[in-house]
């Protein structure tokens, strides 16, 4: 995994992230990088990663990709209002990389388009999503 944030912006992940072992890995304005290495307990019983595993790293690397503020100080947060995933392929690499851009939005909601690869470059996943801005604090 590279890592890409500043260090004074680093958050500690959510209880389902470190469950999951997602990492948000790069995070600027309008884009974030989550990633995550395949383990056994992201399997469905077919041994193949299953679709909520990509559909959460989608709707964490899209919201956090609206939530950027630069300041370490003020933390933004959003929660999703609607999220579409169109699963387009199997992973066959060891690591999952989701990367998100915001795409418009207004003073209090942004729209987001995202894509999971793995580590060999195979798009998996992508997605839209719409995400309303909570207050910051």
């Given at each position: 995994?590279?890592?890409?944030?500043?260090?004074?912006?680093?958050?500690?992940?959510?209880?389902?992230?470190?469950?999951?072992?997602?990492?948000?890995?790069?995070?600027?304005?309008?884009?974030?990088?989550?990633?995550?290495?395949?383990a056994?307990?992201?399997?469905?019983?077919?041994?193949?990663?299953?679709?909520?595993?990509?559909?959460?790293?989608?709707?964490?690397?899209?919201?956090?990709?609206?939530?950027?503020?630069?300041?370490?100080?003020?933390?933004?947060?959003?929660?999703?209002?609607?999220?579409?995933?169109?699963?387009?392929?199997r992973?066959?690499?060891?690591?999952?990389?989701?990367?998100?851009?915001?795409?418009?939005?207004?003073?209090?909601?942004?729209?987001?388009?995202?894509?999971?690869?793995?580590?060999?470059?195979?798009?998996?996943?992508?997605?839209?999503?719409?995400f309303?801005?909570?207050?910051?604090?």
């Open positions: 995994m590279s890592n890409k944030i500043d260090p004074t912006l680093r958050e500690t992940p959510s209880p389902l992230s470190q469950t999951l072992g997602f990492e948000l890995t790069d995070w600027t304005e309008g884009f974030a990088r989550v990633e995550a290495p395949l056994d307990h992201l399997m469905n019983r077919q041994g193949l990663p299953h679709g909520g595993v990509y559909a959460a790293m989608l709707d964490t690397a899209m919201g956090f990709a609206g939530c950027y503020t630069g300041d370490a100080k003020v933390r933004q947060n959003a929660l999703t209002l609607s999220m579409t995933v169109n699963y387009l392929s992973a066959t690499g060891n690591h999952l990389i989701a990367e998100a851009h915001v795409t418009g939005g207004g003073k209090s909601t942004f729209f987001s388009r995202g894509e999971v690869r793995d580590d060999t470059g195979t798009l998996i996943v992508e997605g839209t999503g719409v309303k801005l909570r207050a910051r604090s």
